[in-house]
T-cell receptor, first 116, second 112 residues
Framework: GAVVSQHPSRVICKSGTSVKIECRSL??????MFWYRQFPKKSLMLMAT?????????EQGVEKDKFLINHASLTLSTLTVTSAHPEDSSFYIC????????????FGAGTRLSVL | AQSVTQPDIHITVSEGASLELRCNYS??????LFWYVQSPGQGLQLLLK??????LVQGIKGFEAEFKRSQSSFNLRKPSVHWSDAAEYFC??????????FGDGTTLTVKP
């Protein structure tokens, strides 16, 4: 099946630094990717929809300047957590919509972000 | 706006026993429905989906789900659970734009 690669799987950073997370679709071109945040024992919360070649669409309550999304190519979207603080610590998951199959998205393995 | 309710936060079954995980959804149009499984520290794997047609859908790993429009439900079943099925299970409803709303998940524990 289709594969989505997410990197890094785990990152620890100091408060105030920025962290970039990459999401790649390995065997299909994804014009649309999604970024989710998952708190412990909780569901996935959609943060934003990343569209290739255009600005991301953020969900209500998600800070655009805090969570920068870039979708510069058909196989890569990046999420940058800027000036990270401990409350940004979470599990971030990306997914990519496969245009070859109706309404199917494939998920990356997630990134565990810990901000000290 | 769509929503998903998974009434059971945690379910424990014995290995070899049958399993049913409940899911109720709210959506104004014909729903796209999904079940995903998540192992600890991992992303989500699609178990099965329903878009239209036969209301009983078969998925991977021996799972099946039945769409019941009158009950707004999409319950997941497996006739005989294996220890490797222990994981977090998410039901989701999607729009044709590709966005999905997830339930809060059900944690499945399998007793030996």
């Amino acid at each position: 099946g289709a594969v989505v690669s997410q990197h890094p799987s785990r990152v620890i950073c100091k408060s105030g630094t920025s962290v970039k997370i990459e999401c790649r679709s390995l065997d299909f071109q994804a014009t649309t990717m999604f970024w989710y945040r998952q708190f412990p024992k909780k569901s996935l919360m959609l943060m934003a929809t990343s569209n290739e070649g255009s600005k991301a669409t953020y969900e209500q309550g998600v800070e655009k300047d805090k969570f920068l999304i870039n979708h510069a190519s058909l196989t890569l979207s990046t999420l940058t957590v800027t000036s990270a603080h401990p409350e940004d610590s979470s599990f971030y998951i990306c997914s990519a919509r496969d245009p070859r199959v109706e309404n199917i998205q494939y998920f990356g393995a997630g990134t565990r972000l810990s901000v000290l | 706006a769509q929503s998903v309710t998974q009434p059971d936060i945690h379910i424990t079954v014995s290995e070899g026993a049958s399993l049913e995980l409940r899911c109720n959804y709210s959506y104004g149009a014909t729903p796209y429905l999904f079940w995903y499984v998540q192992s600890p520290g991992q992303g989500l794997q699609l178990l099965l989906k329903y878009f239209s047609g036969d209301t009983l859908v078969q998925g991977i790993k021996g799972f099946e789900a039945e769409f019941k429009r009158s009950q707004s439900s999409f319950n997941l079943r497996k006739p005989s659970v294996h220890w490797s099925d222990a994981a977090e299970y998410f039901c989701a409803v999607g729009t044709n734009a590709g966005k999905s709303t997830f339930g809060d998940g059900t944690t499945l524990t399998v007793k030996p």
